[in-house]
């Protein structure tokens, strides 16, 4: 297969992903619901996992399929019989890692889920999908794409280092996840972006990728602020989170950006900026353990995958209903996380009193991402892309 036939198949894999990322999403949501009837036979620990590990997978699948796009259009769009059996590869990951979690296999540590034999195998496809690509890096972007895919590989494997002590546990996982998300993810993202604008505007500036790797690299160890295992200080943790809108409007300055680049590097900007403000060690400590750690990966995860999707953007209508679900489920999050800081730890009240609390704001949640889901799969359909 050629290198864009290949492209096109690993968009439809990552939409095929994110669909069952929201329906696994929407089961997770309505456990915060009382009087959940799916307590005993599907335990929230169970569907997180899933949920996770299919929106990580989407991130890669979507990363390499806008990588592959990259490639075509420096290289003209050859066969390559590496990358196919990669490709072949690399679908074959998808099956097991689905089986893995219906099966329950998954490991539990957060946004590390996988299990480690299926680790070796992402890594060592990764890695041969590079090695297909390396004509990528005769072009800026290109090369800022590869090493931000680089850099992913490399935070898989501290994930995979053995930690000597709890304390170095949290580190290892602070660093894996943050970097992996913050840096390399919104890099590889950003590159393809940027080779989309440059199509609008010939005078496109890196700036966006630069700027996203020095304000992520805080946002990549402001978890271990809420540990004690570090601190940013609170100008520091202003200037890192004034930094992404910062960027991402140089970016789009005097460009009509398409709309998955626009919104998705405004989720990526609003995690970031709540990511970094996490590294103000008073801020960090009290959104600990919150709805608003999760928000955040939340935002960056979903802004990577539609700056992947710009390479290959489905219809307008179907970015109207996930751009919809994702400022309401968004914004709902954001509500209730910072209802449940006040009440939980300014009024002291309990968590099960501040779950109930919370209930109406978990309901429009539920109803952002069933509008999000519906949006996915819309993309999905046969006929709904538009480019």
Same mark, same amino acid.
Request: hydrophobic residues 60%; proline residues 4%; positive net charge.
């Given at each position: 297969?050629?290198?864009?036939?290949?492209?096109?198949?690993?968009?439809?894999?990552?939409? /095929?992903?994110?669909?069952?990322?929201?329906?696994?999403?929407?089961?997770?949501?309505?456990?915060?619901?009382?009087?959940?009837?799916?307590?005993?036979?599907?335990?929230?620990?169970? /569907?997180?996992?899933?949920?996770?590990?299919?929106?990580?997978?989407?991130?890669?699948?979507?990363?390499?399929?806008?990588?592959? =796009?990259?490639?075509?259009?420096?290289?003209?769009?050859?066969?390559?019989?590496?990358? =196919?059996?990669?490709?072949?590869?690399?679908?074959?990951?998808?099956?097991?890692?689905?089986?893995?979690?219906?099966?329950?296999?998954?490991?539990?540590?957060?946004? !590390?889920?996988?299990?480690?034999? !299926?680790?070796?195998?992402?890594?060592?496809?990764?890695?041969?999908?590079?090695?297909?690509?390396?004509?990528?890096?005769?072009?800026? =972007?290109?090369?800022?794409?590869?090493?931000?895919?680089?850099?992913?590989?490399?935070?898989?494997?501290?994930?995979? /280092?053995?930690?000597?002590?709890?304390?170095?546990?949290?580190? @290892?996982?602070?660093?894996?996840?943050?970097?992996?998300?913050?840096?390399?993810?919104?890099?590889?993202?950003?590159?393809?972006?940027?080779?989309?604008?440059?199509? @609008?505007?010939?005078?496109?500036?890196?700036?966006?990728?630069?700027?996203?790797?020095?304000?992520?690299?805080?946002?990549? /160890?402001?978890?271990?602020?809420?540990?004690?295992?570090?601190?940013?200080?609170?100008?520091?943790?202003?200037?890192?989170?004034?930094?992404?809108?910062?960027?991402?409007?140089?970016?789009?300055?005097?460009?009509?950006?398409?709309?998955?680049?626009?919104?998705?590097?405004?989720?990526?900007?609003?995690?970031?900026?709540?990511?970094?403000?996490?590294?103000?060690?008073?801020?960090?400590?009290?959104?600990?353990?919150?709805? @608003?750690?999760?928000?955040?990966?939340?935002?960056?995860?979903?802004?990577?995958?539609?700056?992947?999707?710009?390479?290959?953007?489905?219809?307008?209508?179907?970015?109207?209903?996930?751009?919809?679900?994702?400022?309401?489920?968004?914004?709902?999050?954001?509500?209730?996380?910072?209802?449940?800081?006040?009440?939980?730890?300014?009024?002291?009240?309990?968590?099960?009193?501040?779950?109930?609390?919370?209930?109406?704001?978990?309901?429009?949640?539920?109803?952002?991402?069933?509008?999000?889901?519906?949006? @996915?799969?819309?993309?999905?359909?046969?006929?709904?892309?538009?480019?």
């Amino acid at each position: 297969m050629t290198t864009r036939q290949l492209a096109n198949r690993l968009f439809a894999q990552m939409t /095929i992903l994110l669909v069952l990322y929201g329906a696994a999403a929407l089961f997770a949501a309505v456990k915060f619901l009382p009087g959940d009837a799916l307590a005993v036979s599907l335990p929230y620990n169970q /569907i997180v996992g899933v949920r996770n590990v299919l929106l990580d997978l989407a991130i890669w699948t979507g990363l390499l399929a806008g990588g592959l =796009t990259l490639l075509s259009e420096a290289a003209g769009s050859a066969r390559s019989p590496l990358l =196919t059996w990669v490709y072949r590869g690399w679908t074959a990951l998808l099956v097991l890692s689905l089986l893995a979690a219906i099966l329950d296999l998954l490991e539990g540590r957060y946004l !590390l889920e996988l299990p480690v034999i !299926l680790d070796l195998v992402l890594i060592v496809l990764a890695a041969l999908a590079l090695a297909g690509t390396v004509e990528v890096a005769r072009t800026t =972007t290109g090369s800022v794409w590869w090493l931000g895919m680089a850099l992913a590989i490399v935070c898989v494997i501290a994930g995979m /280092i053995p930690p000597a002590n709890p304390a170095q546990d949290r580190v @290892l996982r602070a660093l894996a996840v943050g970097a992996k998300f913050h840096i390399a993810y919104a890099v590889a993202g950003s590159a393809i972006a940027i080779a989309v604008l440059s199509k @609008l505007r010939p005078r496109t500036s890196l700036a966006l990728p630069a700027g996203l790797a020095v304000a992520g690299a805080l946002a990549a /160890i402001s978890p271990l602020a809420a540990v004690g295992e570090g601190s940013a200080g609170l100008l520091l943790g202003l200037i890192g989170a004034a930094a992404y809108p910062f960027f991402v409007v140089i970016a789009l300055r005097g460009a009509r950006a398409p709309g998955w680049i626009t919104l998705g590097l405004g989720m990526i900007a609003a995690g970031g900026v709540l990511s970094t403000a996490a590294a103000i060690p008073q801020v960090g400590a009290t959104m600990a353990g919150t709805g @608003l750690s999760e928000l955040v990966i939340f935002l960056t995860a979903l802004g990577v995958v539609l700056l992947a999707w710009a390479a290959s953007p489905p219809s307008g209508a179907a970015l109207v209903w996930v751009a919809v679900g994702a400022v309401v489920s968004g914004v709902a999050a954001l509500l209730a996380g910072i209802v449940q800081v006040y009440v939980e730890r300014v009024l002291t009240v309990g968590f099960l009193d501040t779950q109930m609390a919370l209930a109406p704001l978990f309901v429009i949640w539920i109803v952002g991402l069933a509008v999000l889901a519906a949006g @996915l799969g819309l993309a999905a359909l046969p006929g709904q892309r538009a480019g």
